[in-house]
């Protein structure tokens, strides 16, 4: 089946450093994937979709300089968490849909903590 | 408005029938969705339904829709302690694939 590899699982780094987060489309191809967050006892709320070779889709209220997105092949879009802040603490999830009737196939998650 | 919503917590015993309601708001939406996340993970793709169906059996899972009432259930039939996690209903508005909108999740407790 389709499988969406994210990484890493789990990073904890400091107040204003960067932070990259990887998702990988293991065995299909995904022109487009899309990152969300997750507070705590909350649902996912869709950040962005990206697009591979052109600029991603930010949902309102999503700082573009904050989140960055890059969809540089077929198979991998990276979210880097610029000058992180500890209010950006959060799991974070991507995913992709391998085709329409399949079904969105979702990353294991990554869990960002900023002391 | 595009509120997905659902119960936020159910409690079965084990071996019993969980059923978990969501009501969605694009009528629209060609494909509906059952996620599960168990603690610290990701979302593990349960059962769909396309919109031109009433209802999906797949093994323990019943998917019933309503489309009138815009309202999606999941049946799950006799529970087991492994169901135990939040189950995200998730619609995809517009017919497009190129965004879910998840529902506020019901937390599942199966108690032996």
């Known amino acids: 089946g389709a499988v969406v590899s994210q990484h890493p699982s789990r990073v904890i780094c400091k107040s204003g450093t960067s932070v990259k987060i990887e998702c990988r489309s293991l065995?299909?191809?995904?022109?487009?994937m899309f990152w969300y967050r997750q507070f705590p006892k909350k649902s996912l709320m869709l950040m962005a979709t990206s697009n591979e070779g052109s600029k991603a889709t930010y949902e309102q209220g999503v700082e573009k300089d904050k989140f960055l997105i890059n969809h540089a092949s077929l198979t991998l879009s990276t979210l880097t968490v610029t000058s992180a802040h500890p209010e950006d603490s959060s799991f974070y999830i991507c995913s992709a849909n391998p085709r329409q009737s399949y079904g969105y196939t979702f990353g294991s998650g990554t869990r960002l903590t900023v002391v | 408005g595009e509120d997905v919503e659902q119960s936020l917590f159910l409690s079965v015993r084990e071996g019993d029938s969980s059923v978990i309601n969501c009501t969605y708001t694009?009528?629209?939406?060609?494909?509906l969705y059952w996620y599960k996340q168990e603690p610290g993970a990701g979302l593990q793709l349960l059962t769909y339904i396309f919109s031109n169906m009433d209802m999906k059996q797949d093994q323990r899972l019943t998917v019933l829709l309503n489309k009138k009432d815009k309202h999606l259930s999941l049946r799950i039939a006799d529970t087991q302690t492994g169901d135990s996690a939040i189950y995200f209903c998730?619609?995809?508005?517009?017919?497009?694939?190129?965004?879910?909108?998840f529902g506020t999740g019901t937390l599942l407790a199966v108690q032996p």
């Open positions: 694009d009528s629209s939406s060609t494909y």
């Open positions: 065995d299909f191809q995904a022109t487009t």
């Open positions: 998730a619609e995809s508005p517009g017919g497009a694939t190129n965004k879910l909108i």
